[in-house]
C-alpha cells in the first residue's frame, strides 16, 4: 500500500469547521429570531433552518443528524420530522477521486486486480462510496472507498455537534445529552475504520453461523486497507418490495430479521447498529436475508444487556423495585421513584409486544413513521417536570435499533408472538453464558 498521510489534519480540521460553522450560523440566527418572535412555530422554524444548514455540510454531521432523527425521544417531534428528510444518499464523488483513491489504497496497479471495475458507483453516501467491480476469478466484489478527510471532518464536526445540541437543550431540558454525544462521537469513529468494520462482519458471520437464512458479505482480505474495504456483492429486493406480500411470507421476513437482531444480542451482547431499511435484502421470494454495512456495530458490556433481559422480565411482572434495579445496571443516573415511573412508560412501550403471549402486531394501529412518537412525546413532557435524567450511551443505539426493527415489522404488517419468540431467545440466559460467549466471539475474529 502507497503511504498516504490522510489522517485527523489540523488544516482540514479548520477548514471543515469554518465551513459547518457558516453553515450552522444561519440557523443559530434563526434560534436567536425566534427566541424573541417565535410563536406557536418557532420550534418547526429551527427545525427547518437546521435542516437546510446541514443539508448543506454532508459528511458526518448530516449522518449524525440522520442518526438522532431516528430516536424518538431523544429530539423534540418537530426537529426529528425535519431532520429525518435528510437522505442517507448523497452525490457520488467523480472518477478522478476514485482513481486516486484506489492508488494510494492499492498501488499504481490498483486496476489490473480486477477484471471490471465500474467508474459509476453503486452507491453514495455521506462518508463514502460504494463500486460494483469483478475480480479475475470471477466473483464479483463491493468497493467501500472513504471519501477523503474524513477523520479529520469527525472531529470538527462532533465540535460542532456540541453547539448544536445546545440549541435543543435551551428549548427541551428534559434529556442530559452528555453522554450520549461522547456514544455517537465513539460510534463515528468506529466507523471510518474499515479494518475494524470487516472484522464486525466476520463477527456477525460467526455469530449467526447457524442460520442458512441470512447471508453476511465476506470481506476479501489482500484488496482491504483503512479506507477501502472489499467485499462479496450481494444482489437482493428490498423490504419494502414485500409490502403485499401473503401474509405468511410477511411473517416468515420478520422471523428472520428477530433472530438477526435478538439472537446477537441476547447472546452474545453485539447488535447491528444501524436500522436503515437499506441495510437488509431478501432474497429466494423472501426466505433468505442479506445483511449489510458493519460499520456501526455496538457491542455492549454484558452487564448492559443483564439489565435489558432484568427489566424486560421486571416488565413482566409488574415488579415497580426490579425496573429500578434494572435502570441502575443500564447505567441511568439520579433515579427516584418519580423519574422510573416516567422511564417506564417508555419501557412498557418497547417491551410491549414481548409482553403479552399471543400473535399480535408489533403495535396495533400506529404506522412506521408513527412509531415509539406518542410514547415519546409524553416521556419528553413528564421529565421536562421531573428531569433532567442522564441517559447512559449503551442506551443510544439499542434504542435506535429497536425503533428501526419495530418499523420495519409495521412495514411488514408482521402478526408474530413476539413473546414466544423472546423467551426461545432467552433459553439458557444467565449472566456468566453471556460474558463467556461474547468473549469467545470476539476472540475468533481478532476484536478481543
Known amino acids: 500500500m502507497v503511504d498516504d498521510p490522510e489522517r485527523n489534519r489540523l488544516a482540514a480540521r479548520l477548514g471543515r469547521t469554518a465551513k459547518v460553522g457558516a453553515n450552522l450560523s444561519g440557523a443559530g440566527l434563526s434560534f436567536a429570531a425566534n427566541a424573541l418572535w417565535g410563536g406557536d412555530k418557532g420550534d418547526e422554524r429551527i427545525a427547518q433552518a437546521l435542516t437546510a444548514a446541514l443539508g448543506k455540510s454532508k459528511g458526518p454531521l448530516m449522518k449524525i443528524a440522520q442518526?438522532?432523527?431516528?430516536?424518538?425521544?431523544?429530539?423534540?417531534?418537530?426537529?426529528?420530522?425535519?431532520?429525518?428528510?435528510?437522505?442517507?444518499?448523497?452525490?457520488?464523488?467523480?472518477?478522478?477521486?476514485?482513481?486516486?483513491?484506489?492508488?494510494?489504497?492499492?498501488?499504481?496497479?490498483?486496476?489490473g486486480r480486477f477484471s471490471m471495475f465500474e467508474k459509476e458507483a453503486a452507491h453514495a453516501a455521506s462518508l463514502g462510496q460504494v463500486h460494483k467491480a469483478t475480480l479475475h476469478d470471477g466473483r464479483q466484489v463491493a468497493c467501500k472507498l472513504q471519501y477523503p478527510d474524513m477523520a479529520s471532518a469527525v472531529e470538527s464536526d462532533v465540535s460542532q455537534l456540541r453547539v448544536l445540541l445546545g440549541l435543543f437543550r435551551r428549548i427541551d431540558g428534559s434529556v442530559d445529552p452528555g453522554e450520549m454525544i461522547d456514544e455517537i462521537?465513539?460510534?463515528?469513529?468506529?466507523?471510518?475504520?474499515?479494518?475494524?468494520e470487516a472484522k464486525h462482519m466476520a463477527l456477525y458471520a460467526h455469530i449467526l453461523e447457524p442460520y442458512d437464512f441470512v447471508t453476511v458479505p465476506q470481506p476479501q482480505a489482500d484488496l482491504c486497507t483503512d479506507r477501502l474495504l472489499t467485499m462479496s456483492w450481494h444482489d437482493g429486493q428490498s423490504l419494502s418490495a414485500?409490502?403485499?406480500?401473503?401474509?405468511?411470507?410477511?411473517?416468515?421476513?420478520?422471523?428472520?430479521?428477530?433472530?438477526?437482531?435478538?439472537?446477537?444480542?441476547?447472546?452474545?451482547?453485539?447488535?447491528?447498529?444501524?436500522?436503515?431499511?437499506?441495510?437488509?435484502?431478501?432474497?429466494?421470494?423472501?426466505?433468505?436475508?442479506?445483511?449489510?454495512?458493519?460499520?456501526?456495530?455496538?457491542?455492549?458490556?454484558?452487564?448492559?444487556?443483564?439489565?435489558?433481559?432484568?427489566l424486560y422480565r421486571a416488565m413482566l411482572h409488574d415488579?415497580?423495585?426490579?425496573?429500578?434495579?434494572?435502570?441502575?445496571?443500564?447505567?441511568?443516573?439520579?433515579?427516584?421513584?418519580?423519574?422510573?415511573?416516567?422511564?417506564?412508560?417508555?419501557?412498557?412501550?418497547?417491551y410491549g409486544p414481548l409482553l403479552e403471549d399471543r400473535v399480535r402486531t408489533v403495535a396495533d394501529g400506529v404506522s412506521a413513521g408513527d412509531y415509539g412518537r406518542k410514547e415519546a412525546f409524553e416521556v419528553r413532557r413528564l421529565l421536562k417536570q421531573k428531569g433532567p435524567v442522564t441517559i447512559p450511551r449503551e442506551f443510544v443505539f439499542m434504542d435506535r435499533a429497536a425503533i428501526g426493527l419495530g418499523a420495519a415489522y409495521l412495514r411488514l404488517g408482521a402478526e408474530l408472538n413476539f413473546h414466544a419468540l423472546f423467551e426461545e431467545s432467552l433459553e439458557g440466559f444467565s449472566a456468566e453464558r453471556l460474558a463467556q460467549s461474547q468473549k469467545d466471539a470476539l476472540m475468533a475474529v481478532g476484536l478481543n
Request: charged share 25%; hydrophobic share 45%.
Open 319 to 350: 415488579d415497580f423495585d426490579a425496573s429500578y434495579e434494572a435502570y441502575k445496571k443500564w447505567g441511568f443516573k439520579g433515579l427516584n421513584r418519580e423519574l422510573v415511573e416516567i422511564l417506564n412508560i417508555w419501557a412498557r412501550f418497547i
Open 242 to 310: 414485500f409490502e403485499q406480500a401473503p401474509q405468511e411470507t410477511r411473517n416468515k421476513i420478520a422471523r428472520n430479521l428477530f433472530w438477526t437482531w435478538w439472537l446477537p444480542m441476547n447472546r452474545y451482547a453485539v447488535i447491528h447498529g444501524d436500522p436503515h431499511l437499506g441495510n437488509y435484502q431478501l432474497t429466494d421470494a423472501g426466505a433468505g436475508l442479506n445483511l449489510l454495512d458493519f460499520g456501526c456495530v455496538r457491542i455492549f458490556p454484558p452487564a448492559f444487556v443483564v439489565g435489558v433481559v432484568d
Open 185 to 196: 462521537t465513539e460510534r463515528l469513529r468506529e466507523e471510518l475504520d474499515y479494518a475494524r
Open 67 to 111: 442518526m438522532v432523527s431516528t430516536i424518538p425521544d431523544f429530539l423534540p417531534k418537530e426537529y426529528a420530522e425535519q431532520l429525518s428528510q435528510l437522505q442517507s444518499h448523497a452525490p457520488a464523488m467523480g472518477w478522478p477521486f476514485v482513481r486516486r483513491r484506489m492508488r494510494a489504497e492499492l498501488g499504481s496497479d490498483w486496476l
